[in-house]
């Protein structure tokens, strides 16, 4: 963590300014930026849940699709008694 302390007889300007440039220095700020937006990989019991969620979906789609029942309705009817 970067402290800068307030010297005798400085400005708030010049603090600021002392500030800015050791956050620049110590590179703070581009590993942050660099993370912003990363995500945690799945573990590989994620990707199976995930996998099969996708099949069982998949299949009941098709099965309302064969008797011409399928509609957004009919999607979020199913996605809401599987996530049950």
């Avoid at 307030?6 to 110590?26: G, M, Y």
């Avoid at 581009?30 to 912003?36: E, G, H, S, T």
């Avoid at 996708?54 to 009817?77: C, H, P, Q, S, T």
Wanted: hydrophobic share 30%; proline share 0%.
């Amino acid at each position: 963590m970067i402290e800068v302390k307030k010297k005798n007889k400085e400005t708030a300007e010049s603090l600021i300014r002392r500030f800015s440039r050791r956050i620049q220095q110590s590179a703070v700020l581009v590993q942050a930026r660099k993370n912003r937006f990363r995500r945690d990989e799945k573990t590989k019991n994620e990707k199976r849940q995930e996998a099969l969620y996708k099949v069982k979906i998949r299949k009941e789609i098709d099965r309302m699709k064969k008797f011409g029942k399928f509609d957004d309705e009919a999607l979020r009817n199913i996605k809401r008694k599987l996530n049950s």
